[in-house]
């Protein structure tokens, strides 16, 4: 699935890998003679999402300028979490880059969902959080005489997938179709582009002051700026105390996301 609407977020931490690459690569031409490194940043880098994977494959061109041949390179990726763990390691295939040659690499990052922790998860789909990219490039020149290896790091300050959830209580109606009586409550809540069209559940709760508890799930389709409404069904006896007087409300709507939830949860008074 290609995500152009995603490049301002994620394009950014592109850029930010590819300039650490750059001037990982650019130690090589002090013993070598000189190396350039090209990232079109004309061309989007192509992010893919699935429900168990977030990945990323992007060029990066490398023109060896000296008297040697660059042989076994490889580019090592370490995905780390907030706390330091170790979220996803990814290693390149070797490859060579002969002298007065122009080789196109591939950084290919993939970070696999299922392997993360509940709480790393939720971070990342509902409140945000703090992610570090360590960038090991390894190579062999001067006729294999001669091995390199040099390390570097760039951070990412992720924003959460799913956010704003909000109980809009003050536009909620009464409904009512002969017998078959409801209460209409809107929500509204954000979706970054990553996760546009993906499936999001939603779960609203509903209770008075007298016991009365009923539930509603839907299923909706997230994007940009999310407005919905749910409609709770209600008794006979719940309706006609809600249109004879005050009473006092309570809703909690939940999100559920790649098996994890939020909730907000709202109390008010209601009068008719």
Partial sequence: MKLPLVAVRL????????????IILSILPLMNGGIDVNFDTANDSDWSYTSTSLSLDSPLTVTNNGFYDINDLTIGFTFLGEDGEVLAESTSDSMDIPAGKETELR????????DLTQNVLSDIVFNGTRMEFVVEVSAK??????RISVEGGTDLSWQPMLSNLD???????????????SLSIPYTFYAQDLIQGQPVMVL???SDSHGYMTNLTQVIDARDNVYEEA???????????????????TVSVTLVFLGCSNTVTETWGWSS
């Fill in 231 to 249: 409609v709770v069904p209600i008794t006979q006896e719940v309706y006609d105390r809600m249109t004879s007087g005050p009473e006092e409300l």
């Fill in 141 to 146: 020149y001067s006729m294999d005489l001669v």
């Fill in 204 to 206: 609203t709760q509903f």
């Fill in 167 to 181: 109980i809009m209580n003050e536009y909620s109606r009464l409904m009512s179709d002969g017998s078959n009586h």
């Fill in 107 to 114: 950084v290919r990052m993939t970070l696999d969902l299922d």
């Fill in 11 to 22: 394009g950014i931490l592109a850029i930010k890998l590819i300039a650490l690459m750059i």
